[in-house]
């Protein structure tokens, strides 16, 4: 059964940091560009980061740049997300999702097959 679990969100002051993480059962994480996505109440998703399975390339949205970190394990069958000086605005559920195309080529969650339950992420004082 493919299945992707995502943890480590919850309450954090402004400026602190939290790592999230998208563990994988039923199939190998490797194989697959991994995105990272977050939706806010009353907002639609939107994507935040993304991992090429081909070339392990990165990339980010504008709003997360330089201050969030995607990666890999590849013995734990795990992405993580690496969030660093977060903002209110930062707050959401944050889901991962899998993408059997080898690059990462669009920001669209259609564009995902496999999705987590999420985890929240909350940026309050």
């Known amino acids: 059964q493919v299945q992707l679990v995502e943890s480590g969100g919850g309450l954090v002051q402004p400026g602190g940091s939290l790592r999230l993480s998208c563990a994988a059962s039923g199939f190998t994480l490797n194989y697959y560009t991994i995105g990272w996505f977050r939706q806010a109440p009353g907002k639609e998703r939107e994507g935040v980061s993304c991992?090429?399975?081909?070339?392990?390339?990165?990339y980010y949205v504008d709003s997360v740049k330089g201050r969030f970190t995607i990666s890999r394990d590849n013995a734990k069958n795990t992405v993580y997300l690496q969030m660093n000086s977060l903002k209110p605005e930062d707050t959401a559920v944050y889901y991962c999702?899998?993408?059997?195309?080898?690059?990462?080529?669009?920001?669209?969650?259609?564009?995902?097959?496999?999705w987590g339950q999420g985890t929240q992420v909350t940026v309050s004082s």
């Open positions: 991992i090429s399975s081909s070339d392990g390339n990165t």
């Open positions: 999702a899998t993408d059997f195309t080898p690059h990462c080529s669009t920001w669209s969650p259609t564009a995902y097959d496999y």
